[in-house]
């Protein structure tokens, strides 16, 4: 029998895609999501890719009675804690909902890894946690902090949780890792990402206009001090960051402590490179205007991902072109998500 791993938030985008990997590495998953931002037909998907299947709870994190059922019903080996939310605008309006659910609920999660003795942690950190005065590239030892948003501070306030709480516990190790910007899709076109309403971030935008969906893009700013004006980014491909997730428990095994690591390529990537990558692998032009800056948007970031490839063996394989044609299968076949046509959508 294969390890057994609880992967909190396993409806969503990246818990999807590291469903697929983790069965395909021979681990077993049970999945808790509230689905609050995702369908349970991603869970369904990926059984589809995999022949394998998925133990589900439908509940919240907080909800303490639920996580007592899955540790008891299941013997958990570790824990990859990808629940939370995730739209950093939203979180200004929201501040109260995003720390409740994304550091209440990994308090309330950590009660249980502990009381039930699971040894092993995984978490969905972000780039975000080195704030806005960083230099580039981003490297783990950099300094955390000066977070702009409640999203980002919610993000560097679980990091210092599970700082301290592996420091008391040496039972306990944790793996922070630092995503930069997933992009793309599984290659069978099962299973990608599906944003509720308009969407935030770049690529789903790009793909909602080319399907029709959305007239244009909106460009946001081109006077940055950078080659084309655009900002710049480190996307990387899904399937790579869900291979992250499995290097990362492999690396867990018989380690205590806490260890950060960044997930990324190490490249910036402008906003017209990905126009560009995406127009070519779709064939379809984007019409795009060039529009004000977006509030709190950065110039420039990208990861040093030199300890990931060291300590865990990992670095991202698919190339910008993978990522666009992957993102673009998914959105044809699915050109509503796992959702139905409304307006809003
Ligand atoms: P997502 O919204 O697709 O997935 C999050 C999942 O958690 C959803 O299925 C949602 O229903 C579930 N969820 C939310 N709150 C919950 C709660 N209280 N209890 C139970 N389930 C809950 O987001 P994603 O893009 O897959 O991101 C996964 C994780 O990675 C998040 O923690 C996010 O902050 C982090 N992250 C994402 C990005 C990104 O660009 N997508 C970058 C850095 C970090
Ligand atoms: C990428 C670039 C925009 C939309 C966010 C979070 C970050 C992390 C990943 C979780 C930027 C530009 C975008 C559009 C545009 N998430 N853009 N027009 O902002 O780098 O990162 O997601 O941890 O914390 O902040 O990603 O995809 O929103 O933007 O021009 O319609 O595309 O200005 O330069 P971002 P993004």
Redesign the pocket.
């Known amino acids: 029998m294969g390890r057994r791993v609880l992967v ?8 999807s895609h590291t469903l697929v990997a983790l069965q395909e590495a021979g681990f077993e998953v049970v999945v ?7 369908s349970e037909i991603a869970l369904q998907r990926v059984q589809m890719i995999t022949g394998t299947s998925v133990r589900f709870y439908h ?4 909800d303490r009675a639920l996580l007592e059922q899955i540790f008891t019903e299941n013997s958990i080996h570790a824990v990859i ?6 739209a950093v605008g939203e979180s200004s309006q929201k501040p109260i909902d995003y720390y409740q ?2 550091v209440t ?1 990994s308090l309330v999660l950590l009660e249980a890894i502990q009381a039930y003795g699971v040894k092993q942690l995984v978490f ?5 946690v080195y704030g806005s005065e960083a230099p580039v590239p981003y490297v783990e030892t950099l300094q955390t902090g000066s977070t702009s948003n409640p ?1 980002g501070t919610s ?1 560097w306030m679980v990091e210092q949780v599970l700082k301290d709480a592996a420091l008391a516990n040496p039972e306990l190790s944790v793996a922070l890792l ?5 992009v793309g899709a599984h290659p069978s076109g099962l299973i990608g ?1 599906d944003p509720q309403g308009i969407p935030n ?1 770049l690529l789903p935008y790009i793909a909602q206009v080319a399907v029709g969906k959305r007239k244009e893009l909106s460009v946001f700013g081109d006077d940055y001090p950078t080659p084309d004006g655009t900002c710049l980014r480190d996307y990387l491909h899904v399937m790579d960051l869900a291979e992250g997730h499995v290097c990362a428990l492999e690396w867990l095994e018989g380690k205590t402590g806490t260890i950060a690591f960044n997930l990324g390529t190490g490249k910036g990537t402008s906003v017209l490179d990905i126009v560009r990558a995406f127009e070519q692998a779709s064939g379809v032009s984007i019409p795009y205007r060039v529009a004000p800056r977006r509030a709190g948007d950065l110039p420039a970031f990208w990861a040093d991902a030199s300890k990931a490839k060291q300590d865990l063996g990992w670095v991202a394989r698919l190339g910008l072109d993978q990522m666009m044609v992957d993102t673009w299968h998914w959105q044809t076949n699915n050109p509503h998500g796992y959702g139905i046509a409304t307006n809003d959508r």
Request: proline share 2%; with cysteine; hydrophobic share 25%.
């Open positions: 909190t938030g396993g409806a969503g985008y990246i818990g808790i999501d509230s689905l609050c931002n995702s509940g919240d994190i907080r804690h990808f629940a939370g939310l995730k659910s994304n609920g969905s950190s972000s780039a975000t999203y993000k630092r995503y930069f910007n997933p990402e971030n």
